[in-house]
Antibody, heavy 118, light 107 residues
Framework: QVQLQESGPGLVKPSETLSLTCTVS????????WSWIRQSPGGRLEWMGN???????NDNPSLKSRVTMSVDTSKNLFSLKVSAVTAADTAVYYCARQATRSGRLDYWGQGTLVTVSP | DIQMTQSPSSVSASVGDSVTITCRAS??????VAWYQQKPGKAPNLLIYGASSLQSGVPSRFSGSGSGTDFTLTINSLQPEDFATYFC?????????FGQGTRLEIK
């Protein structure tokens, strides 16, 4: 059974960089896209972008190039960085496996709350 | 970006009822739609992909239909564990986008 686990600081100061890691267990990171999705306090889901196991990325233009994603196949993990954060970046952040053909998000991490506050 | 508009935003129903949730895409997306269920404090859980394919392990009372721009999720014979929030998602093109969610409440 594939499992994903997000890790990283729960509190980030405004203007700093948010960094999260998602560790994949129970399966290989190869052959899939790996996505980041966040959910605002109001409940809206926003797809932030994904990284292919070979390193290629797609990101959401709404984030205005503040997002960097990477993958480490040797450690079976992938990472997210969001620069110049503001209070609007406060959300629950999820990592998920994305099937290459259908695009479905079939395995998700439990989510981690990141709060942006001085 | 492709906008996904879900309706209703909330619905009340009783155990044993059937419920239908709709999702309309702002442009043609073939059958590239998935549906998720989310319970409070939990991650979304995949129910349907490709508009009508049931994800492994999901009860058969869940079904999806539609193509083009209009899609539906139907839940037959509602069970107590089905009361949750449901989201549609388009996977036709980047950026992937979600509907705003439909909250299914017990009447």
């Amino acid at each position: 059974q594939v499992q994903l686990q997000e890790s990283g600081p729960g509190l980030v100061k405004p203007s700093e960089t948010l960094s999260l890691t998602c560790t994949v267990s129970g399966g290989s990171i190869s052959g899939y896209y790996w996505s980041w999705i966040r959910q605002s306090p109001g409940g809206r889901l926003e797809w932030m972008g994904n990284v292919y196991y070979s390193g290629g990325t797609n990101d959401n233009p709404s984030l205005k190039s503040r997002v960097t994603m990477s993958v480490d196949t040797s450690k079976n993990l992938f990472s997210l960085k969001v620069s110049a954060v503001t209070a609007a970046d406060t959300a629950v952040y999820y990592c998920a496996r994305q099937a290459t053909r259908s695009g479905r998000l079939d395995y998700w991490g439990q989510g981690t709350l990141v709060t942006v506050s001085p | 970006d492709i906008q996904m508009t879900q309706s209703p935003s909330s619905v009340s129903a009783s155990v044993g009822d059937s419920v239908t949730i709709t999702c309309r895409a702002s442009q043609y997306i073939s059958s590239w739609v998935a549906w998720y269920q989310q319970k409070p404090g939990k991650a979304p859980n995949l129910l349907i992909y490709g508009a009508s394919s049931l994800q492994s392990g999901v009860p058969s009372r869940f079904s999806g239909s539609g193509s083009g721009t209009d899609f539906t999720l139907t839940i037959n014979s509602l069970q107590p564990e089905d009361f949750a929030t449901y989201f549609c998602q388009q996977t036709d093109s980047f950026p992937i986008t979600f509907g705003q969610g439909t909250r299914l409440e017990i009447k």
